[in-house]
């Protein structure tokens, strides 16, 4: 079984590549790593005070929710799990840290993706990327140019997919 890490930003566009991967995985099982970045804390009530669960619902919308939802049913023989997590580092050594820790054998992103901040405390995750001790897979997704509606949203997911051949390069 393999572990992939997936960054995300809490908005469904980002949640194409883990289609594209369960698709283009086939039968195999695999899990997927959903991870947002975020600047920790910085007092030291912020921080007593601070809690992942409360965090990630407080960023995760009902149509992200519900897509993760969608994916985990449409999904299930090949999926073994789908989890959100923060990194909260500031370093590439924690990046490393972290990807070690969750056991990851590749980071996935979409080449056309750009990330957005949902929050103030939220960070870019692409310098970590950029240096990530696993190798990272870039794939060709189509992005929609705008925001997914719930009734889009339910047949996006739903729909199988016609040609599985797209590219995925490694960098």
Same mark, same amino acid.
């Given at each position: ?11 469904? &566009? *980002? @949640? ?12 195999? !099982? ?5 991870? +947002? ?42 999926? &073994? *799990? @789908? ?12 990046? !490393? ?5 969750? +056991? ?68």
């Amino acid at each position: 079984m393999r572990t992939i890490l997936i960054p995300t930003d809490f908005t469904v &566009n *980002s @949640l194409l590549p883990v289609k594209k991967i369960l698709q283009v995985n086939g039968s195999d !099982e695999v899990r997927i790593l959903l991870f +947002h970045c975020v600047h920790a804390p910085d007092s030291i009530t912020d921080l007593l005070l601070f809690s992942k669960p409360r965090e990630i619902r407080r960023l995760s919308g009902t149509e992200f929710s519900d897509a993760c939802e969608i994916i985990r049913h449409r999904f299930a023989p090949a999926l &073994n *799990s @789908l989890v959100i997590d923060l990194f909260m580092g500031n370093t590439h050594s924690a990046f !490393e840290n972290f990807v070690e820790g969750w +056991h990851a054998d590749a980071v996935c992103l979409a080449k056309q993706m750009t990330y957005a901040k949902p929050s103030a405390q939220s960070a870019d995750p692409m310098p970590f990327i950029k240096k990530s001790p696993v190798p990272v897979l870039e794939m060709d997704i189509e992005i929609p140019a705008s925001p997914l509606t719930r009734n889009r949203l339910a047949a996006l997911f739903l729909e199988t997919e016609k040609n599985t051949t797209d590219h995925v390069a490694e960098r």
